[in-house]
């Protein structure tokens, strides 16, 4: 239960920090925190999904970081693309 919880809290931190600097890199930085924090978690997802596709996965906390660092990158690509 306790480690669950623990999975969760990290997963969420992690996703903050990939997505500010997912944020920083894509030039999105006045966005809201929140917005950048969101993208950062479901980038998290996607980019886990997407190297799944090509058979890459990531067994470290750099590589998990990586990850989600690219996958909020084309979370942030593709809101920017549906925008407009």
Same mark, same amino acid.
């Given at each position: =239960?306790? *480690? &669950?919880?623990? !999975?969760?809290?990290?997963? #969420?931190?992690? $996703?903050?920090?990939? %997505?500010? /600097?997912?944020?920083?890199? =894509?030039? *999105? &930085?006045?966005? !809201?925190?929140?917005?950048? #924090?969101?993208? $950062?978690?479901?980038? %998290?997802? /996607? ?14 906390? #750099? ?22």
């Amino acid at each position: =239960m306790i *480690s &669950a919880l623990f !999975s969760v809290v990290f997963s #969420i931190l992690v $996703g903050a920090a990939a %997505g500010y /600097v997912a944020g920083r890199l =894509m030039g *999105s &930085a006045g966005s !809201s925190p929140l917005h950048n #924090i969101i993208l $950062g978690m479901v980038g %998290g997802f /996607v980019g886990s999904f997407l190297l799944g596709l090509i058979g890459l996965h990531s067994f470290s906390f #750099i590589g998990d970081f990586v990850v989600s660092v690219a996958g909020a990158c084309v979370c942030i690509w593709a809101a920017r693309k549906l925008s407009r």
